[in-house]
């Protein structure tokens, strides 16, 4: 007699799969088609991995579905995960705090749709130590900005030890983040910004896994998420695009929506925000019409005042500039290098007249040339 036993970790196939691959192989009698009927219309299991129900079900159960609320204009929705990326010191931090702060309030912007209800809204903030984040909210005349009461900052504590009791520092933070949510209640949180949060030489992987995590928790806790990434340093004469999204563009497969802040190489200063992509509602802020805007601060707080439309064409180095630039860039290199203007124009495939105008303007040594 067979004394064989199933190892612990063996499990039987659902009912369902072991129908499904007979089905592929020769066609089901009419009782195990009704089994089969009856497995995928009955209540899944809270264990198991999938819920398989007709698609006609799903709408039955979204029957006449809510709008979601509109958190930032048509640029993130309640209920999404969203990714806000840009260049380094264009101002996402500070574009996170303002928009933190009116969620807190229900206080919706000038110019964009906002929840009026007064949300807890958690804003990690792995950027700023505190001396620079009280420096943007705080004047010699004014005073202190007060935040909204529902606004809380979040960040690292520097004696915490608690890492040392899971497998790995993703773990630790991912534990750490869940914490903070159901200690807080909240649910809108802002993370700034991913990079501070990867770990290990897979960034990239790394960011990935907080972003699953992140769609987990969102689900799980009925949450609204903004994330805060970097952009590596790109070409100003081009679009910005998800091409941009430093790491890796996978992650914007994680997320329900993404914008991006601009800087305009037509005016020092001026900024805009585009729409890179949309599941809640439609592209408003396209290249065509980018929102327009500007860092201030007349009183304590640092924050972005919004203009009008514009052209997203209308503020990238045109190429012909930009073709410009980088000649003249060559030709100084090669001339500190001690290259003859003749040497730099073979050199680069251009007219000895083009070289010569470029140093004189300089201010280069042309002596000797007749």
């Known amino acids: 007699m067979n004394n064989y036993s199933k190892p612990a970790h063996y499990y039987e196939r659902p009912a369902a799969i072991e129908l499904i691959r007979t089905m592929a192989k020769q066609p089901l009698t009419a009782k195990q088609d009704q089994t089969l009927h009856n497995l995928l219309r009955s209540p899944a299991d809270s264990k198991d991995a999938f819920i398989i129900k007709p698609a006609g079900e799903f709408l039955d159960m979204a029957d006449s579905p809510a709008e979601s609320d509109m958190l930032f204009g048509d640029f993130w929705y ?39 209800e007064a949300s807890t809204v958690l804003y990690f903030d792995f950027e700023l130590n505190d001396r620079q984040f009280a420096k943007r909210y705080t004047s010699e005349l004014h005073g202190q900005h007060q935040f909204g009461p529902n606004f809380y900052r979040v960040v690292f504590n520097p004696d915490a030890t608690g890492e040392r009791k899971f497998a790995s520092y993703h773990h630790y933070i991912n534990n750490a983040l869940e914490n903070a949510l159901i200690a807080s209640g909240a649910r809108v949180i802002i993370i700034d910004n991913i990079t501070c949060l990867r770990s290990g030489t897979q960034a990239a992987a ?61 005016k020092t200063g001026l900024r805009y925000l ?49 073709h ?46 007749k």
């Open 324 to 369: 410009r630039q980088s000649t003249e860039e060559r030709i100084t290199q090669l001339h500190q290098q001690g290259l003859s203007l003749r040497q730099i124009a073979k050199n680069m495939s251009i007219s000895f007249s083009t070289v010569f105008r470029v140093v004189k303007r300089l201010g280069g040594e042309v002596e000797g040339i």
């Open 206 to 266: 790394s960011a990935i896994g907080l972003m699953q995590k992140l769609q987990t928790l969102k689900n799980q806790y009925g949450l609204s998420i903004l994330v805060l990434a970097h952009t590596p340093k790109r070409n100003p004469a081009r679009p910005v695009t998800r091409n941009d999204l430093q790491g890796s563009k996978m992650l914007l497969n994680f997320a329900d929506s993404a914008f991006a802040i601009g800087e305009s190489q037509a």
């Open 78 to 116: 309640e209920g999404e995960l969203c990714i806000l990326f840009a260049d380094t010191n264009v101002g996402k931090s500070i574009l996170a705090v303002q928009i933190g702060d009116a969620l807190s309030r229900g206080t919706p912007f000038e110019r964009f749709a906002m929840k009026k």
């Open 274 to 322: 585009k729409q890179i992509k949309q599941r809640s509602g439609s592209q408003v802020y396209g290249a065509g019409n980018v929102c327009l805007c500007e860092i201030i601060k007349p009183y304590n707080f640092l924050h972005f005042e919004f203009a009008g439309p514009g052209n997203e064409a209308d503020h990238l180095v045109h190429y012909t500039e930009q």
